[in-house]
């Protein structure tokens, strides 16, 4: 259910509103406590099962860039900048849950971001990816 800008995340806008209603600050720090809190744990509609093929997709949210990829019936999602030299993870080949930057040469496991093998030293952020009906979301 959308609030605004926000999305309720599994009742999680819910209790927050609720404590923050019983919070003691001033309306402002109430609400900047709530932002904050949501800014953690945000999930974020990236588009429909149908929209998501054999290759990769790359949305930005939240002024992130992130490459989702799909490997049989499950998504997964990972920085799309590689930490090396900021190639474009989305364009590399993927073989099996391993995706090689098209730059370099780095791989990067994409069900959890880490360096397989340089140059790269530097692990990529992964995201957890849900499914509710059609719909793919990742957690910001």
């Known amino acids: 259910m959308e609030y605004g800008s926000f999305y309720e995340t599994h009742g999680t806008l819910v209790s927050i509103a609720g ?20 800014s ?11 929209e998501f093929g054999a290759k990769a997709k790359v949305v930005t949210t939240n002024g992130k860039r992130i490459a989702i990829f799909k490997m049989g019936s499950s998504y997964y999602a990972i920085d799309e900048e590689c930490t ?6 989305h364009e590399g080949n993927v073989n099996g849950n391993v995706v090689t930057c098209p730059w370099h040469g780095s791989q990067f496991d994409i069900t959890n971001g880490r360096v397989i093998k340089g140059p790269a030293k530097s692990n990529v952020k992964s995201y957890k990816v849900t499914t509710e009906g059609n719909d793919i979301f990742v957690d910001i």
């Open 84 to 89: 090396h030299a900021k190639g474009p993870l």
């Open 40 to 50: 953690l744990i945000m999930e974020v509609k990236v588009g429909g099962i149908s």
């Open 19 to 38: 404590i923050a209603k019983h919070c003691k600050a001033k309306r402002n720090e109430s609400k900047f406590i709530i932002l904050t809190i949501l």
